[in-house]
């Protein structure tokens, strides 16, 4: 593995140390491989983020690769077995921040278009990458403002590879085809502050949110469909009081998360929310915020030739799921049409000691660019 080309350029992207929104000069270092490779680089900076779209042709049909150079912090450095950017192997696997979220993915996709437009100059359609340094972060600057921009000039995207660590157990056994949206709010109810002892003189708002609280987490929001669970309900966090324990607190504040299916809507879900706190009279206000829509890609072109590019290099059948956090994917699904996220072996992301399989590297590799294959034929 020691002069393998995805390996070492994994390495090199692991070693910049790249976290959130510092990019390190990662996008630099595929800009070298990708113009060499007859790709028109662009970097698009907004705000304090880099950004880079890179594209190869200009016919139709349009496959993009994207993924994000940042990482998050490494946490404490004394609990990591080796330095998290200085990429190590050991035990048969690469370990480093952003081994498996999602460097190794940026190399993968990033050599399977160098050996695809080597071996197929004359390819129909067209390659491009769409790489930001704002997807750990708060992802204001990032990916989104990049598809507006392509949006804005009228580009076209056809299919879309996100790269992201979706493997369980195997690689290739999980394709995300879709993500749940994401819909936070924090409720503060009013009530009146006094003395336990003159609970008459007083308004509990706890005592007063109650009752609310059992029909919002009772409630079946919508049932779901064939591609996602029904949508859920979290209460995150509630405060209240003074810390006395003879003081009737004046207000309770509530925040709480839908993690919700394309069987609903943010207007539907705020609208019925509001509906359970008048049924309950409750003086309130409260605060709305949109982490991220849901998006969803059925079966088509774009996961029939993943699949079977999965299945001809690993012997995995891969199953389609929409289970997860939000993803960059929620952006570009609003300017194409089929977007699938794909990418290594999850189980380490976000933890100390990340890392991800040395053998499984070359397998990625092989599987994008046999969708390329599949996509584009020469």
């Known amino acids: 593995m020691s002069d393998s080309r995805v390996l070492q350029l994994t390495k090199d992207l692991i070693a910049r140390p790249s976290v959130t929104p510092d990019d390190q000069g990662c996008q630099q270092a595929l800009i070298n491989r990708l113009e060499a490779a007859g790709f028109v680089c662009e970097t698009l900076v907004f705000g304090d983020v880099v950004n880079l779209w890179a594209r190869r042709g ?3 049909p349009l496959l993009v690769f994207a993924g994000h150079t ?16 200085t990429p190590t192997e050991r035990d048969g696997n690469l370990y480093g921040r952003g081994a498996a979220d999602m460097k190794s993915s940026i190399g ?49 995207l056809d299919y879309c590879i996100v790269g992201e660590p979706t493997s369980t157990d195997r690689l290739g056994d999980t394709v995300k085809n879709g993500r749940r949206g994401s819909l936070s709010g924090k409720l503060t109810i009013k009530g009146k502050q006094g003395h336990v002892a003159y609970p008459h003189l007083a308004r509990n708002p706890i005592h007063l949110l109650a009752p609310a609280v059992v029909d919002l987490t009772t409630e079946q929001w919508d049932q779901g469909n064939e591609y996602f669970p029904a949508t859920t309900f979290q209460i995150s966090n509630l405060h209240a009081g003074t810390g006395a324990t003879n003081v009737v607190p004046g207000t309770a504040v509530l925040d709480f998360n839908f993690r919700f299916s394309t069987a609903s809507t943010p207007a539907t879900l705020k609208e019925r929310v509001t509906t359970i706190l008048h049924k309950h009279n409750l003086d309130y206000d409260l605060e709305w915020t949109l982490g991220g829509e849901p998006f969803l890609t059925p079966k088509g072109t774009l996961s029939a030739a993943l699949s079977q590019a999965i299945l001809e290099e690993t012997g995995v059948t891969t199953q389609l799921s929409t289970t997860g956090g939000t993803s960059d994917g929620r952006f570009i699904a609003k300017i194409c049409p089929q977007v699938m996220e794909f ?26 660019r046999r969708t390329l294959e599949l996509l584009l034929p020469a």
């Open 58 to 60: 200009t016919t139709a």
């Open 70 to 85: 940042d990482v998050v912090p490494t946490g404490p450095l004394e609990r990591w077995d080796s330095e998290p950017f």
């Open 108 to 156: 993968a996709f990033t050599v399977a278009a160098e050996e695809f437009t080597a071996s197929h100059p004359q390819h129909t359609g067209s390659i491009a990458l769409l790489i930001t340094a704002d997807e750990e972060g708060p992802s204001v600057d990032g990916t989104v403002k990049v598809c507006q921009a392509l949006t804005e000039r009228g580009e076209q």
């Open 343 to 368: 990418g290594p072996i999850n189980a380490s992301i976000h933890q100390v000691n990340e890392h991800i399989r040395l053998d499984t590297l070359e397998p990625l590799k092989n599987i994008y």
